[in-house]
């Protein structure tokens, strides 16, 4: 990365080119699915280091800034060379690649590598940070603070974001970057105008008027869907004049300042996590606060306390080590960027004497705190006088406490403790460790009889600070300009391994195991039938381990159970075993005309294959025209062999009653009568039902011209009504007898689990999840339904034993955490 821009270039030139397919990447069909070890794509070699492109790209960079070093006569600017790569003119001029890639590809790549460089700076510099400041009001009065969202405002934004230059490495702009973020977010002690919120001069002196190191609290927050925040508080104590020592410590913290920030989606190769929001928050101190001020961070993150500590001691470990166990641990480029503001730290023979004294206090602090942890406190008692917000972001919401004062609840020794290891000196600045959830998110007792340790100040604070963080959250769901991706994160390491774009922040290793296990489960999801489970496991009850590794319902799940187009394929003698047999049937002239050992290309003869070798030996006449299949499908749904029909109805008949049952005593919860005697159907038979209706219609991935694409369908097609089935017999799409399933077995029918797809249209390939209910893969959002049944009856003290006890009769375990599956269902059903 010291010539950054000529790298990103070629990076995004060979994402442009076709036949440079990495591994696991989605663009590979099964058909040119390689081999993925060894010596892999040769193509790649000419995007390396040492490849003949990116030399070529290296000479036509130091010409543009030899020509733009000319027209100027000065040394060149960034904007300068930047205008000249950017059209075609000078590669028209060198054609470094004629016949190979295009000027106008050069020059729109060019553009497309300046913008990404932008934005990962952009992103590097805090885009979109936002702040809140209290005023001097609320620093007399006894409410609690509850900033709302309108009150924050964006510190960060595009007029004052860095700019890198693309003469430049990576390292002198990511230097260059730090200093222009401690100028901007830096705060100050100059007096300011008179305004309603508090000044940086104001803000400084009442989070010093303890005389001990600014209290910071640091934590960060991550949703389902992959937003992670995080946010840092600058907390103040509650100073009365009536204080005779440190009262202060057993009252909520004050907080002056909140600056809050979401991180992307995607980091490098790696998603973002709440450890890197943790740490980034170290960062965002240290930029707050001036460089010669001692800080006490308060933050629930021991990996990013570990951190910050092995950074400040990285002297006592090897260099392998600090690169591979210790930056690589949480994220490369974050623990670059906070080993560079580590380094900046005063020394001691510079520090002044009042920010020593401020530290050594802060030390002693700690320790007595450290020391008071290890004796038994009174439990605490909340403050009913003064009325809490649950939440920052509504300002008339009421206080939602999980604290109860009616029952004791025990001592919790593992949560509410403090001790000598819990805290970091690291001679100017201190790292507290808190456990998180001490309190309620309206600073109220979590668990009755506990007190916070090590005191109700530092527990509030990170309190504070967990609330903020889920602020965040809210707030920058309103912003229209949020990056998700961060391409080069800046402070990455000078030679670094790239992947489809972004650099690999953990090391090449993972990354490399990660995308091979991406196209190993690629190549199982493009297997049409033995890759449906993969396919649709989020939408699938039934867990991966739960079907085995060699047990009779894996083998029927990956649909490599016995049936006759099976036995074929695992002994392929007996293809010209059927082959004899169905020629000893013809006459003698045509046994004549006929080969007496099948041919060699019958697979590609349609005659032979569908109609003689691959027929269902159980309802098909072989060499006749519009035989059935004998796979697997054929005989579960819709071959008319007696057996096979009295065993699925028999399977059918057992799943209906089970149903039945469990609607019958919802009518008994809901109308007090059982089903049959009620005119009306139950709630939770008609969410079950609306819920099956639109689980066939999400979107899932399928199997299209050897690629996996996502699809939907706009219509049902294999959950049908009883008037649809009627019509589709009277069209002769379905045969009569389907008609019949559906009035004998109502229950099951409108829940999917017989299904009303024409075998000629059934296809596993866009199979969903409601057309291979037979094969056991009961649907998960109807199982979510009904656990949510069970856990409504539970808390209002229903008799759910007796619904469980239903529900294992219709084979899914609900009780344990540990059993939501539907194992049950799926072995008798098979």
Same mark, same amino acid.
């Given at each position: 990365?010291?010539?950054?821009?000529?790298?990103?270039?070629?990076?995004?030139?060979?994402?442009?080119?076709?036949?440079?397919? /990495?591994?696991?990447?989605?663009?590979?069909?099964?058909?040119?699915?390689?081999?993925?070890?060894?010596?892999? !794509?040769?193509?790649?070699?000419?995007?390396?280091?040492?490849?003949?492109?990116?030399?070529?790209?290296?000479?036509?960079?130091?010409?543009?800034?030899?020509?733009?070093?000319?027209?100027?006569?000065?040394?060149?600017?960034?904007?300068?060379?930047?205008?000249?790569?950017?059209?075609?003119?000078?590669?028209?001029?060198?054609?470094?690649?004629?016949?190979?890639?295009?000027?106008?590809?050069?020059?729109?790549?060019?553009?497309?590598?300046?913008?990404?460089?932008?934005?990962?700076?952009?992103?590097?510099?805090?885009?979109?940070?936002?702040?809140?400041?209290?005023?001097?009001?609320?620093?007399?009065?006894?409410?609690?603070?509850?900033?709302?969202?309108?009150?924050?405002?964006?510190?960060?934004?595009?007029?004052?974001? #860095?700019?890198?230059?693309?003469?430049?490495?990576?390292?002198? !702009?990511?230097?260059?970057?730090?200093?222009?973020?401690?100028?901007?977010?830096?705060?100050?002690?100059?007096?300011?105008?008179?305004?309603?919120?508090?000044?940086?001069?104001?803000?400084?002196?009442?989070?010093?008027?303890?005389?001990?190191?600014?209290?910071?609290?640091?934590?960060?927050?991550?949703?389902?869907?992959?937003?992670?925040?995080?946010?840092?508080?600058?907390? =103040?104590?509650?100073?009365?004049?009536?204080?005779?020592?440190?009262?202060?410590?057993?009252?909520?913290?004050?907080?002056?300042?909140?600056?809050?920030?979401?991180?992307?989606?995607?980091?490098?190769?790696?998603?973002?996590?709440? !450890?890197?929001?943790?740490?980034?928050?170290?960062?965002?101190?240290?930029?707050?606060?001036?460089?010669?001020?001692?800080?006490?961070?308060?933050?629930?993150?021991?990996?990013?306390?570990?951190?910050?500590?092995?950074?400040?001691?990285?002297?006592?470990?090897?260099?392998?080590?600090?690169?591979?166990?210790?930056?690589?641990?949480?994220?490369?480029?974050?623990?670059?960027?906070?080993?560079?503001?580590?380094?900046?730290?005063?020394?001691?023979?510079?520090?002044?004497?009042?920010?020593? =004294?401020?530290?050594?206090?802060?030390?002693?602090?700690?320790?007595?705190?450290?020391?008071?942890?290890?004796?038994?406190?009174?439990?605490?008692?909340?403050?009913?006088?003064?009325?809490?917000?649950?939440?920052?972001?509504?300002?008339?919401?009421?206080?939602?406490?999980?604290?109860?004062?009616?029952?004791?609840?025990?001592?919790?020794?593992?949560?509410?403790?403090?001790?000598?290891?819990?805290?970091?000196?690291?001679?100017?600045?201190?790292?507290?460790?808190?456990?998180?959830?001490?309190?309620?998110?309206?600073?109220?007792?979590?668990?009755?009889?506990?007190?916070?340790?090590?005191?109700?100040?530092?527990?509030?604070?990170?309190?504070?600070?967990?609330?903020?963080?889920?602020?965040?959250?809210?707030?920058?769901?309103?912003?229209?300009?949020?990056?998700?991706?961060?391409?080069?994160?800046? #402070?990455? /390491?000078?030679?670094?391994?790239?992947?489809?774009?972004?650099?690999?922040?953990?090391?090449?290793?993972?990354?490399?195991?990660?995308?091979?296990?991406?196209?190993?489960?690629?190549?199982?999801?493009?297997?049409?039938?033995?890759?449906?489970?993969?396919?649709?496991?989020?939408?699938?009850?039934?867990?991966?381990?739960?079907?085995?590794?060699?047990?009779?319902?894996?083998?029927?799940?990956?649909?490599?159970?016995? *049936?006759?187009?099976? *036995?074929?394929?695992?002994?392929?003698?007996?293809?010209?075993?059927?082959?004899?047999?169905?020629?000893?049937?013809?006459?003698?002239?045509?046994?004549?005309?006929?080969?007496?050992?099948?041919?060699?290309?019958?697979?590609?003869?349609?005659?032979?294959?569908?109609?003689?070798?691959?027929?269902?030996? #159980?309802?098909?006449?072989?060499?006749?025209?519009?035989?059935?299949?004998?796979?697997?499908?054929?005989?579960?749904?819709? *071959?008319?062999?007696?057996?096979?029909?009295?065993?699925?109805?028999?399977?059918?008949?057992?799943?209906?009653? /089970?149903? =039945?049952?469990?609607?019958?005593? /919802?009518?008994?919860?809901?109308?007090?009568?059982?089903?049959?005697?009620?005119?009306?159907?139950?709630?939770?038979?008609?969410?079950?039902?609306?819920?099956?209706?639109?689980?066939?219609?999400?979107?899932?991935?399928?199997?299209?011209?050897?690629?996996?694409?996502?699809?939907?369908?706009?219509?049902?097609?294999?959950?049908?009504?009883?008037?649809?089935?009627?019509?589709?017999?009277?069209?002769?799409?379905?045969?009569?007898?389907?008609?019949?399933?559906?009035?004998?077995?109502?229950?099951?029918?409108?829940?999917?689990?017989?299904?009303?797809?024409?075998?000629?249209?059934?296809?596993?390939?866009?199979?969903?999840?409601?057309?291979?209910?037979?094969?056991?893969?009961?649907?998960?959002?109807?199982?979510?339904?009904?656990?949510?049944? =069970?856990?409504?009856?539970?808390?209002?003290?229903?008799?759910?034993?007796?619904?469980?006890?239903?529900?294992?009769?219709?084979?899914?375990?609900?009780?344990?955490?540990?059993?939501?599956?539907?194992?049950?269902?799926?072995?008798?059903?098979?």
């Amino acid at each position: 990365l010291r010539q950054e821009f000529v790298s990103r270039l070629t990076d995004e030139l060979m994402l442009q080119d076709k036949y440079a397919n /990495a591994i696991g990447s989605p663009r590979i069909s099964r058909a040119t699915l390689g081999a993925s070890i060894g010596e892999g !794509n040769e193509h790649f070699k000419k995007f390396s280091l040492f490849g003949r492109i990116y030399l070529l790209l290296l000479i036509i960079f130091e010409e543009a800034t030899s020509m733009a070093e000319t027209a100027s006569g000065a040394p060149p600017t960034s904007n300068d060379v930047e205008a000249i790569l950017s059209r075609p003119a000078i590669y028209d001029r060198i054609k470094a690649f004629p016949g190979e890639i295009s000027s106008l590809k050069l020059a729109s790549s060019a553009r497309t590598s300046i913008k990404k460089m932008k934005g990962d700076y952009k992103v590097g510099s805090f885009f979109n940070l936002c702040e809140w400041r209290c005023s001097e009001n609320s620093m007399t009065n006894d409410c609690i603070q509850t900033p709302a969202s309108d009150e924050y405002r964006i510190l960060v934004n595009n007029d004052n974001v #860095f700019q890198p230059s693309i003469l430049q490495s990576m390292e002198n !702009n990511s230097v260059a970057m730090c200093e222009h973020l401690r100028n901007m977010l830096s705060l100050t002690n100059e007096p300011a105008e008179d305004c309603p919120l508090m000044s940086d001069e104001m803000l400084l002196e009442y989070a010093t008027q303890h005389d001990l190191p600014i209290f910071i609290s640091i934590d960060g927050s991550k949703s389902e869907d992959g937003v992670a925040t995080v946010s840092i508080s600058i907390v =103040a104590p509650d100073i009365k004049e009536t204080d005779l020592n440190t009262e202060w410590q057993d009252r909520r913290a004050k907080v002056l300042l909140i600056r809050s920030w979401r991180l992307p989606r995607q980091w490098g190769t790696g998603a973002t996590c709440i !450890n890197m929001a943790e740490t980034c928050g170290l960062l965002l101190g240290e930029y707050t606060v001036p460089a010669n001020m001692p800080i006490i961070y308060i933050t629930d993150s021991n990996n990013a306390r570990t951190l910050q500590r092995n950074l400040k001691n990285s002297i006592t470990f090897t260099h392998r080590k600090l690169i591979r166990t210790v930056k690589q641990g949480i994220d490369y480029s974050i623990a670059s960027h906070l080993e560079h503001l580590t380094s900046k730290w005063p020394a001691a023979d510079i520090q002044t004497a009042h920010a020593k =004294a401020m530290y050594q206090r802060g030390e002693a602090v700690c320790k007595f705190w450290a020391e008071q942890g290890n004796i038994t406190a009174k439990p605490s008692i909340d403050d009913k006088s003064v009325h809490s917000l649950t939440s920052w972001d509504d300002r008339s919401s009421s206080s939602n406490s999980e604290s109860s004062n009616d029952q004791i609840a025990p001592v919790d020794t593992k949560r509410y403790r403090f001790g000598p290891s819990m805290y970091d000196l690291l001679e100017h600045k201190i790292v507290i460790k808190v456990f998180s959830h001490q309190l309620n998110p309206d600073f109220t007792t979590k668990s009755f009889g506990n007190t916070p340790r090590p005191n109700i100040f530092v527990v509030s604070g990170n309190q504070i600070a967990d609330n903020a963080a889920e602020q965040a959250r809210k707030i920058s769901d309103t912003f229209t300009d949020n990056i998700d991706c961060l391409h080069y994160p800046p #402070f990455s /390491a000078t030679w670094s391994f790239a992947f489809e774009g972004s650099l690999a922040n953990k090391g090449a290793t993972k990354v490399m195991q990660t995308k091979m296990d991406d196209e190993l489960l690629m190549r199982q999801r493009l297997r049409v039938k033995q890759g449906l489970f993969n396919r649709l496991q989020p939408f699938i009850g039934t867990r991966t381990e739960q079907i085995g590794d060699e047990s009779l319902l894996r083998n029927i799940v990956k649909l490599t159970a016995p *049936c006759w187009t099976r *036995c074929i394929y695992r002994y392929p003698p007996l293809a010209n075993q059927t082959w004899k047999f169905w020629r000893s049937q013809q006459s003698q002239s045509d046994q004549v005309e006929l080969s007496k050992d099948i041919p060699k290309n019958w697979r590609k003869i349609a005659k032979i294959s569908d109609n003689i070798i691959k027929a269902c030996p #159980f309802c098909s006449t072989l060499g006749r025209d519009g035989s059935k299949s004998g796979n697997l499908e054929h005989l579960h749904l819709y *071959c008319q062999q007696s057996y096979l029909r009295r065993i699925r109805e028999h399977c059918n008949r057992k799943l209906e009653e /089970a149903l =039945a049952n469990v609607y019958d005593f /919802a009518a008994m919860q809901q109308y007090n009568c059982p089903l049959q005697m009620t005119s009306r159907t139950t709630t939770l038979q008609e969410i079950m039902e609306v819920i099956a209706r639109e689980t066939e219609l999400h979107e899932r991935p399928v199997v299209r011209s050897a690629k996996l694409v996502n699809d939907t369908r706009t219509v049902n097609k294999a959950l049908l009504s009883n008037y649809e089935v009627k019509c589709a017999v009277l069209l002769h799409t379905l045969p009569p007898a389907r008609a019949t399933d559906y009035t004998e077995y109502p229950f099951a029918s409108r829940l999917g689990f017989i299904h009303f797809i024409p075998e000629a249209d059934f296809d596993f390939a866009t199979a969903t999840i409601t057309d291979v209910g037979f094969l056991g893969l009961f649907p998960k959002p109807v199982l979510r339904e009904l656990q949510r049944y =069970a856990r409504e009856l539970k808390n209002l003290n229903q008799d759910v034993d007796t619904f469980d006890m239903l529900l294992e009769k219709l084979g899914i375990y609900l009780g344990h955490p540990n059993h939501p599956s539907a194992s049950t269902i799926a072995t008798s059903k098979a």
